[in-house]
């Protein structure tokens, strides 16, 4: 007699593969590990396009996904000193020219 859980086991999907990350490619191009607080907040610049890291987070707190606030503020800086963002004298962040460009290459980020 199989038990519940190993006959759930036998039934279970495929798992589908994960499509190509734009994001994911800028990190490793920049020589930075791909973390999910660095490429949910490069998702989220593309999105809203120029952010402070306060509104960034209360972006990314919004569907509940839990990164504080100093996580927002030292990532941002360290993508920041790594080229791949630009920051304004508003302490605004948005994606560098060179970033967007190599974007419009891989396509958009998911």
Do not use: F
């Not at 800028?26 to 999105?47: C, K, Q, W």
């Not at 962040?93 to 958009?108: H, I, N, T």
């Amino acid at each position: 007699m199989t038990s519940p859980l190993r006959a759930a086991m036998k039934v279970s999907t495929p798992v589908q593969p994960r499509l190509p990350r734009p994001a994911r490619q800028l990190l490793e191009h920049a020589g930075l590990r791909s973390s999910l607080p660095r490429l949910n907040i490069l998702d989220a610049l593309v999105i809203c396009g120029k952010a402070t890291a306060v509104e960034l987070h209360a972006y990314l707190e919004e569907p509940g996904l839990p990164i504080s606030l100093s996580c927002v503020s030292q990532t941002l800086r360290r993508l920041h000193l790594s080229g791949l963002l630009e920051r304004d004298t508003n302490k605004r962040y948005s994606l560098a020219p060179g970033a967007v460009a190599a974007m419009g290459r891989s396509g958009e980020l998911h």
